[in-house]
């Protein structure tokens, strides 16, 4: 049974802080208070621990070091790409199982809009992923393809889908648990974009056991609580490398004798995925500069 509830004003510690509150996947204890109403409306009182949880930090207008619950209690995420229409985000995915490693949850790579691949093939980046441990599910919502594998991967577990507006999620789950009527809308000709026409994350029970959430579109992606130091530690394919480090604190950006940058230049690691790595670093600690925080 669905109830319609509104958090307890206690609860709220602050306006920036709402969203994350109440997130979907939390466990909450609720009072109700009209049972009779359609919607029955409530009251809630307590959101119970969170098992797991993913977050980001919050845009830069909620002000700096905000956390963004972005779900609560769940066993996976899944990263959401296509392949065209719109184009992959650069570091969108690095980002994401990052946030995965760092939050102890699975960690998922759909490539969707299959079949709108062209003869160039596909990027080798994606096969690295599986090579790193990732589960990777080449998908399309037009073809069909991938959609038995993907149900498989969803069954008893509690997912949340991710990624830029207009890659598929909506349309994917429609196929995935028929019924739902999710809406869908069309990626605009001009930007290349889509148009976030899903706007708040819902959680969805799976006819075979297990509950899956969509979620609004969303283009960046700085994870929640990762010390510029420690960012390294959640790209596994450096550890091989940083036991290499000359500096046991080697950030393997500038510093000299670096096993991790060794790597790179005998090619056991991808220079785009070095890339990515910087490139998280570098906002992690523009965030923390602009807050006025240590470095
Ligand atoms: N060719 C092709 N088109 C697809 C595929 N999957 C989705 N689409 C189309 O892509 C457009 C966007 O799909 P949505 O499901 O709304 O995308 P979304 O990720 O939910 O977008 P937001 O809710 O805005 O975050 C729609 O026009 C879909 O029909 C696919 O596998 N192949
Ligand atoms: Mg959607
Ligand atoms: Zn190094």
């Known amino acids: 049974m669905e109830w319609l509830c509104r958090v307890r004003g206690r609860l709220k510690k602050g306006p920036r802080e709402v969203q994350t509150v109440a997130v979907a996947g939390d466990r909450v204890r609720f009072l109700a208070v009209d049972e009779k109403d359609d919607p029955p409306k409530g009251v809630i009182e307590e959101v119970l621990p969170r ?98 594998h993907f149900r498989t991967i969803l ?66 992606f700085n994870p929640w609580d990762i010390d510029p130091t420690d960012v390294g530690d959640y790209f596994p394919d450096f550890a091989a490398g940083s036991g290499n480090c000359r500096y046991r604190t080697c950030m393997h950006r500038d510093e000299p004798e670096c096993g991790v940058k060794d790597d790179v230049v005998r090619g056991r690691i991808p220079g785009w995925r070095h890339e990515a790595y910087l490139l998280l670093l570098r906002d992690l600690e523009e965030r923390l500069d602009r807050t006025g925080r240590r470095r």
Do not use: C
């Open 155 to 220: 069954a008893n577990q509690i997912s949340l889908l991710i990624g830029a507006s207009g890659v598929g999620k909506s349309s994917l789950l429609n196929l995935i648990q028929p019924g739902l009527r999710l809406r869908v809308n069309e990626v605009t000709e001009k930007t290349g974009l889509g148009r976030h026409t899903t706007t708040r994350t819902e959680l969805f029970p799976l006819e075979g056991g297990g509950f899956i959430a969509d979620s609004p579109g969303i283009r960046g």
């Open 51 to 148: 098992r797991t949880r993913i977050s980001r930090l919050a845009s830069r207008r909620s002000g700096g070091q905000v956390e963004q619950v972005l779900m609560a209690n769940l066993d996976q995420v899944v990263a959401v790409q296509s392949l065209w229409d719109p184009v992959p985000q650069k570091g969108f995915v690095d980002r994401l199982m990052v946030a995965a490693e760092r939050f102890g949850v699975k960690g998922i790579l759909i490539l969707n809009k299959y079949d709108l691949m062209d003869e160039s093939g596909e990027d080798p980046a994606w096969n690295y992923f599986e090579e790193l441990g990732y589960t990777v599910v080449r998908t399309s919502a037009e073809s069909g393809l991938g959609l038995d």
